[in-house]
């Protein structure tokens, strides 16, 4: 342990003579984390309004679920300002901005045809219209997935009607009522929870957060890459030739790399908390997460250098590898609004799982950063134990 | 050359390398190498760029793990895992090993630190070892700002550091002007005068002649050879080793005494031809006539016991150049 020690103090003076630590580990993140909170801020931190034309030209009973059920709950919410249309055709001018309603926002237009609630008791196909405001992206999205929701639901009790129809007549008179309360089910509240501000991180906390993990990739590599560069330098033999066990070299680039990361991560928390008004959350909770979120880097990067042949590959290896994960894991954009396969993805990533944890942390009690710190934890263990493998055979030729 | 018969010949050795081999896939590198090197002893591994000397030197200090074969250091055995036993041991690798980011001090002290001393003693001993390096005055410089042959001289004082019992230098003179060059090999005299053991490979015959008590002579990863200077030069005592100072057409001379009996190798030097020659005397008067019809004017004759040059000639029928 004392050589490792010697040998992580030789490096970290090293280091500190060596500028581009600097610059990796304070000044680009905090740059970047300022100019993105700069420019984000005003816009997510807004309260967010979306208007909606409404044409509800079928007034039938399946529409009013929606429209005064669904719609209008949001609109109570204050979430949601609707515009009632008297047509498709006057909705969808007032979408395109030149109806004689043009002053409005109009975000997206929710369209119910003549006949849909009839086509769809007697089991017919039916459609519900959305026409999306290309300019309006999110508050667009957003009316799709309300009725898209609303859709869904109906089409699970269609199936119940059906069922219901064809064995007893008589409930025919029910459809309506039960249509209703498929109306009331929580599928748009799904959404709120999505969006629900008590677990996730204001913008400028999350880019501050995503920023600094994913300079952090690029801290501990300073570390990490530089036993290549001793072999490259020629200085690892006299560093084998010395009376110390071998894995004294390899504990002494840890415990390099694990003082950079934990350093630079210190400073970008204290100085967003300071600068740009970060909320990083309980102390403790950020301090378990900033050391399992280094460990994790050191184990990524150690792994990714062991494949490297010479400090130069390593270099490169370290920086794909950083940039790779860092925007797969969502250091940029919050990439699990995005849905699909690439949110679920970013769970291979150390970065998601750090910021998830900042995240539960920020909504919830200490206890709920525990599967993001086991997580990463777990990322340092299995990358860790296959760089020691590929570094042993290194260090003994 | 230094006095040979050394007064160590009796004593344990401190090192003994004892039948070592080592192979990278197809290549062997090293082919049952065998040596020992007594306290004050140099010993010297001569042999050509490829030879299987670093290979070797890898193995004795415990850096290379052996195909087969034994390591003894002062009678212990030296594995790659042993730490306690490379503490006698002082290594400077070919390559240049020094942070150059750091001053010729803090280079020091921290293979000092490696090596466990107590901080007093390597505040005493850093000093010591800069007086002994000649770079005192530069002791607070960055190695990035020395000189090549400082940078080899601190290399070699890293090194010294900690008081070996055997000290292990692999070519410590490659790219090293001719007086940083002597500097480095005089300081290695001083150190085998003191009584420490030192391994020194080379391929330069002169260091190897002007340094080592005893020489090993490697090709190919096979001993060919071994002993003193002399022992090894008994080894072509038939040949003379011929200096013919001359003028004219050299390459034509050259020529005409290659075709005459006993001529083994001609070899066109600086203001003259070196021969090398079975027996001088019987061939020594149809070199000058030769020479005379070629139109080559010789001002002087000098004969010369047989080098190393020439002993590692006769066993692998190339030069040490090749």
């Known amino acids: 342990m004392r050589s490792a020690l010697v040998i992580a103090g030789k490096d970290l003076r090293q280091r500190a003579r060596d500028r581009s630590v600097y610059v990796f580990a304070i000044v680009a993140p905090l740059g970047l984390a300022a100019i993105f909170g700069f420019v984000f801020n005003p816009i997510s931190d807004a309260d967010f309004t979306a208007t909606f034309a409404v044409a509800n030209?079928?007034?039938?009973?399946?529409?009013?679920?929606?429209?005064?059920?669904?719609?209008?709950?949001?609109?109570?919410?204050?979430?949601?300002?609707?515009?009632?249309?008297?047509?498709?055709?006057?909705?969808?001018?007032?979408?395109?901005?030149?109806?004689?309603?043009?002053?409005?926002?109009?975000?997206?237009?929710?369209?119910?045809?003549?006949?849909?609630?009839?086509?769809?008791?007697?089991?017919?196909?039916?459609?519900?219209?959305?026409?999306?405001?290309?300019?309006?992206?999110?508050?667009?999205?957003?009316?799709?997935?309300?009725?898209?929701?609303?859709?869904?639901?109906?089409?699970?009790?269609?199936?119940?009607?059906?069922t219901v129809v064809s064995s007893d007549p008589a409930r025919l008179v029910d459809a309506a009522a039960i249509a209703e309360r498929a109306g009331a089910t929580p599928g748009p509240v799904a959404v709120r929870d999505v969006s629900a501000s008590i677990k996730q991180l204001d913008s400028t906390t999350f880019y501050a957060a995503g920023l600094a993990t994913?300079?952090?990739?690029?801290?501990?590599?300073?570390?990490?890459?530089?036993?290549?560069?001793?072999?490259?330098?020629?200085?690892?033999?006299?560093?084998?030739?010395?009376?110390?066990?071998?894995?004294?070299?390899?504990?002494?680039?840890?415990?390099?790399?694990?003082?950079?990361?934990?350093?630079?991560?210190?400073?970008?928390?204290?100085?967003?908390?300071?600068?740009?008004?970060?909320?990083?959350?309980?102390?403790?909770?950020?301090?378990?997460?900033?050391?399992?979120?280094?460990?994790?880097?050191?184990?990524?990067?150690?792994?990714?250098?062991?494949?490297?042949?010479?400090?130069?590959?390593?270099?490169?290896?370290?920086?794909?590898?950083?940039?790779?994960l860092g925007i797969l894991g969502g250091t940029f954009f919050p990439i699990n609004q995005a849905g699909g396969v690439l949110a679920g993805l970013r769970f291979v990533t150390p970065h998601a799982w750090f910021l998830q944890g900042l995240g539960d942390l920020a909504g919830g009690a200490l206890g709920d950063i525990v599967p993001a710190v086991t997580?990463?934890?777990?990322?340092?263990?299995?990358?860790?134990?296959?760089?020691?493998?590929?570094?042993?055979?290194?260090?003994?030729? | 050359m230094r006095s040979e018969g050394s007064a160590t010949d009796n004593s344990q050795p401190v090192l003994e390398c004892r039948d070592l081999r080592k192979s990278f896939g197809e290549l062997t590198a090293v082919d049952g190498v065998s040596f020992h090197i007594a306290a004050g002893e140099t010993y010297g591994l001569l042999g050509p760029n490829g030879a299987g000397k670093t290979t070797s030197i890898s193995m004795a200090v415990g850096l290379m793990r052996r195909d087969g074969g034994q390591v003894l250091l002062d009678g212990e055995p030296l594995d790659p895992g042993t730490t306690s036993l490379k503490a006698k041991i002082g290594l400077v690798p070919q390559d240049l090993a020094i942070y150059p980011d750091l001053t010729a001090?803090?280079?020091?002290?921290?293979?000092?630190?490696?090596?466990?001393?107590?901080?007093?003693?390597?505040?005493?001993?850093?000093?010591?070892?800069?007086?002994?390096?000649?770079?005192?005055?530069?002791?607070?410089?960055?190695?990035?700002?020395?000189?090549?042959?400082?940078?080899?001289?601190?290399?070699?004082?890293?090194?010294?550091?900690?008081?070996?019992?055997?000290?292990?230098?692999?070519?410590?003179?490659?790219?090293?002007?001719?007086?940083?060059?002597?500097?480095?090999?005089?300081?290695?005299?001083?150190?085998?005068?003191?009584?420490?053991?030192?391994?020194?490979?080379?391929?330069?015959?002169?260091?190897?002649?002007?340094?080592?008590d005893r020489i090993g002579i490697i090709d190919r990863g096979q001993l060919k050879a071994e002993g003193t200077r002399r022992e090894l030069a008994q080894i072509v005592r038939e040949h003379d080793r011929v200096r013919l100072?001359?003028?004219?057409?050299?390459?034509?001379?050259?020529?005409?005494?290659?075709?005459?009996?006993?001529?083994?190798?001609?070899?066109?030097?600086?203001?003259?031809?070196?021969?090398?020659?079975?027996?001088?005397?019987?061939?020594?008067?149809?070199m000058l006539s030769a020479l005379d019809e070629a139109g080559v004017s010789i001002t002087g004759v000098e004969i010369d016991e047989p080098n190393l040059e020439a002993v590692f000639l006769h066993l692998?029928?190339?030069?040490?150049?090749?």
């Open chain 2, 245 to 286: 100072s001359a003028s004219g057409s050299l390459h034509t001379g050259a020529e005409a005494i290659e075709g005459i009996a006993g001529v083994q190798q001609v070899d066109i030097v600086d203001g003259g031809i070196d021969v090398l020659v079975e027996q001088a005397g019987n061939s020594l008067m149809a």
């Open chain 1, 375 to 397: 997580a990463l934890l777990v990322f340092t263990a299995l990358t860790s134990g296959i760089a020691l493998v590929l570094l042993r055979r290194r260090l003994n030729p």
């Open chain 1, 57 to 162: 030209v079928d007034q039938g009973p399946l529409a009013s679920p929606l429209v005064d059920g669904v719609l209008g709950g949001l609109e109570e919410d204050g979430n949601v300002n609707l515009v009632h249309a008297a047509s498709a055709e006057e909705a969808t001018r007032l979408v395109e901005g030149d109806g004689a309603r043009a002053d409005e926002d109009i975000d997206a237009a929710i369209i119910i045809p003549a006949g849909f609630s009839a086509r769809v008791q007697t089991g017919r196909p039916a459609e519900l219209r959305v026409v999306q405001n290309a300019n309006s992206s999110l508050a667009s999205t957003l009316a799709l997935a309300i009725v898209q929701e609303y859709a869904r639901q109906l089409d699970y009790v269609q199936g119940a009607l059906t």
């Open chain 2, 105 to 212: 001090r803090e280079n020091l002290r921290f293979f000092g630190r490696l090596y466990d001393m107590p901080r007093t003693e390597l505040r005493s001993r850093v000093d010591e070892v800069l007086e002994i390096i000649g770079l005192s005055d530069r002791a607070d410089d960055r190695a990035d700002t020395f000189s090549g042959g400082m940078k080899r001289r601190l290399n070699i004082g890293i090194g010294l550091l900690h008081a070996p019992r055997l000290l292990v230098l692999d070519e410590p003179t490659v790219g090293v002007d001719p007086q940083s060059r002597n500097a480095i090999l005089e300081s290695i005299e001083q150190l085998g005068s003191e009584g420490l053991a030192v391994l020194y490979t080379t391929h330069y015959m002169e260091e190897a002649e002007r340094l080592c």
């Open chain 2, 316 to 322: 692998t029928g190339r030069s040490l150049r090749d």
């Open chain 1, 214 to 324: 994913f300079f952090l990739f690029f801290t501990v590599q300073f570390g990490v890459n530089s036993l290549l560069e001793e072999r490259h330098a020629g200085t690892l033999s006299r560093l084998l030739a010395a009376p110390m066990p071998r894995s004294s070299i390899i504990l002494g680039k840890a415990i390099t790399a694990f003082g950079l990361g934990v350093v630079s991560m210190l400073i970008m928390i204290v100085a967003t908390s300071f600068i740009l008004g970060a909320d990083w959350g309980n102390p403790i909770g950020v301090a378990l997460l900033v050391v399992a979120a280094t460990a994790s880097a050191i184990g990524v990067m150690a792994m990714v250098s062991a494949l490297a042949r010479t400090s130069e590959q390593g270099a490169v290896f370290s920086a794909i590898a950083a940039v790779v």
